[in-house]
């Protein structure tokens, strides 16, 4: 949690964390300024001390919606240092830092630093600085750094705003059912009241429109993959594709709130209107071993276990895994589970890159997401819930939702297959 | 644009153009891959060769949506890397670009590197990588790259994507203004059929949900601010603020393409109801300095000029501008113009920082946004409209809207307050 921040500096040996860039797209700088907009912003927190932002003048009022101690850029104002660095950009961008870092009394240390900018000027503009002020010391970072060890654990604040967007996602998730359940069917497809195939592009198109109304937003796109696209994992779907009866649809949405902020991650498989032999097959395979996960999971655990949990879980029920075969396409193919905040992926990893950081803390958001994959079959199942390790040590799904395979389609519909096909069909559904 | 990259990568003596990151919220990953979703990617052009991308095992449809060469990071298997790393995760990171360099024959030569990434990771692998092919040298980038000079330039497939997001973008501001006027007002607010006042924050909410029907995006936010925070070029507004008849309110709007694309850059200025006379006096100083400015535009004419010139112009008004008073936050206080495409803000830049590579070629697509500030006064007035500087030379606007300051009010209202002020409001105003 963020009030963590001093002990993990202290514990790294660090004294100043460092965030630059925008507010958009930049989830270290959000967790600092929360929803103001800025284009361009310095964080630097010095290890003991709270947070300085360094901002545009013209951004001062969405800067104070931060609540930080501010500092306006104005007093490095681009005449002067554009002089005193000869014209040269590079050098203008070295010294306004140099100044900046003097007015907040840093002259040396070990920074952390964060924040997505461009990687071409972040290897320019900080190794330049680091010629520049010798006692600087940029701490190197790999995946698991200090900040996203911070961002782990999540305080009450955070996971009410992550539980606020399980509700939005599972509301869409139920719209998105209750739409292609009112739809018709014609030769095998979903149909329109024209007689015009749905397509995956309209659902996205509403999914989209849901997400709005409901104040979301959907920067990462949304999985909704049917047949063969269903079986590749981060296949998004064919938006001209029309939706088949009984094929599998991969839903995987995961907005986050209006403005930027915090993510919910969510996924169910779907079959219109009736599900193969095979596709149930897999589905409850699937959905086994999700209840099988959702039982072991304790707190503190390390992640990584669970992973091999997962492969032998599988392995048992006859699927080739990427334990069984690192290269597979077929079988269970990814990680079974990645935290979640300000990023739909990040810290606690479970996967082959899990550390000895990566655990079950109290805290912690996380995924939990088996899934089972044949490309060369057109068949792929996901089940995926969003869970809170609360402070009794509880993992707690943040927001329930059924867990059906197949998704009835409308009577009408089947009573003229009946009629067609001689009363060979399935029993009467009923929603 | 695109088609010039080889000549520029040749001008620039740059052997090797490397874009880092994922496709969301990267430009630069966009500008080659297109509308895949990709978390993790890497795309590497050689100089005179097309270029290769590099994805995640299951990414590979995705990838395969941008039509590029690919190659696929099974090839390169965590678990022999990672031992072969001594268990090091930078190394491991390290390692993995050393071999994927070697496949593609890359031992040596000067590389320019982009890509939206955490600044502190791309510091550590980048400098890493440099010490371990001691043949491999980044080249210092600055603001303006060589990618942001491909960039510069758009091809007719470019601008007609921003037309049509021109096209959505003033197609949400007529729905914005026919919201407003047809609410009701009291007290001199603006208030909806139930009389309770019209807040920012509604409104902002029905911008997004009209953005979404039309499948536009809205990443960065919206400025819809009134009376002070008009005042303040960045200010976005203040949800819960009600809508008060006679301010300013300035709405700048700048969506994009649905799954990440180009962006459009649009505002006007409106008063609801009646203009105050020094906030129509405003609008008059900012309304002939952008005729007076649209008609100077030249084509390969150099952008800083043009900020010189607004100065100049809203100077011989008796306006403060940030030419007579770098500081000053009254009057007209930043720059005139910027470029923009799959960034809502890039080159050409035509502030302080502008160099002798901004300048209107044909192919530039960029903003026109003479502003005037008074926030004591609690006053301000902006307008702004996306160009192109079409193959003719000519600056063509995207998106023709019109300019109008004074958003009438509905008429009903008008005479409660006829009666209550014993007939001594304005004259009648018709919509």
Redesign the interface.
Not at 113 to 120: P, Q, V
Not at 138 to 145: A, H, K, R, Y
Not at 217 to 221: C, L, Q, V, Y
Not at 232 to 236: A, D, E, L, R
């Given at each position: 949690m963020k009030q963590d921040l001093d002990a993990l500096m202290q514990q790294y040996n660090v004294d100043v964390l460092w965030v630059?860039?925008p507010s958009?797209?930049n989830p270290?700088m959000v967790y600092f300024t929360g929803e103001?907009?800025l284009?361009a912003a310095e964080l630097i927190k010095r290890r003991g001390q709270p947070p300085v932002l360094l901002h545009?003048?013209?951004?001062?009022?969405?800067a104070a919606r931060s609540g930080l101690a501010l500092l306006n850029a104005?007093r490095y104002?681009?005449?002067e240092l554009?002089q005193e660095a000869g014209g040269d950009?590079?050098r203008y961008?070295v010294l306004r830092f140099q100044k900046f870092l003097a007015d907040l009394d840093i002259h040396s240390g070990r920074v952390?630093?964060?924040?997505?900018?461009?990687?071409?000027?972040?290897?320019?503009v900080?190794?330049?600085l680091r010629q520049a002020v010798p006692g600087l010391e940029?701490?190197?970072?790999?995946?698991?750094?200090l900040l996203s060890q911070a961002m782990l654990t999540k305080d009450p604040a955070e996971v009410e705003r992550i539980r606020r967007m399980g509700k939005i996602t599972t509301t869409v998730v139920s719209k998105t059912a209750d739409f292609l359940t009112a739809q018709h069917t014609r030769d095998g497809l979903l149909v329109d009241r024209r007689g015009e195939p749905v397509t995956i592009g309209q659902v996205k198109?509403r999914i989209?429109?849901w997400?709005?109304?409901l104040?979301a937003?959907?920067?990462?796109?949304t999985v909704f993959a049917s047949g063969y696209?269903s079986a590749?994992?981060?296949?998004?779907g064919t938006d001209p594709a029309p939706l088949r009866l009984g094929e599998t649809i991969v839903f995987d949405i995961f907005p986050c709130e209006?403005?930027?902020g915090y993510f919910y991650d969510f996924t169910r498989t779907w079959c219109l209107g009736y599900a193969p032999d095979e596709a149930l097959a897999l589905y409850e395979d699937v959905r086994s071993v999700f209840r099988k996960l959702l039982s072991e999971l304790k707190v503190q655990a390390p992640c990584k276990p669970y992973q091999q949990r997962t492969c032998e879980l599988f392995e048992q029920l006859g699927h080739p895994t990427v334990r069984s075969s690192?290269?597979t396409?077929d079988g269970y193919?990814?990680a079974i589970s990645h935290g979640l905040g300000l990023q739909v992926?990040e810290a606690p990893w479970f996967g082959?890159?899990a550390?000895e950081a990566d655990v079950l803390a109290p805290g912690v958001v996380f995924t939990v997401e088996p899934g089972l994959y044949y490309p060369g079959r057109k068949l792929g199942v996901r089940l995926e819930d969003t869970l809170w390790m609360n402070a009794d040590g509880q993992a707690e799904v943040l927001a329930d939702y059924p867990y059906d395979l197949v998704l009835p389609v409308r009577s009408r519909t089947r009573k003229t297959r009946l009629q067609a096909d001689g009363g060979a069909a399935a029993a009467p559904q009923t929603r």
């Open positions: 630059t860039g958009a797209g270290a103001g907009f284009t545009r003048p013209m951004e001062r009022d969405e104005d104002p681009y005449r554009i950009l590079l961008q952390a630093l964060y924040g997505r900018i461009d990687a071409g000027q972040a290897l320019s900080f190794n330049a940029f701490v190197p970072e790999g995946i698991n750094t198109q989209n429109l997400l709005a109304e104040g937003e959907n920067p990462k796109g696209d590749v994992p981060h296949n998004t209006g403005g930027g690192p290269k396409e193919v990814h992926h082959e890159n550390t």
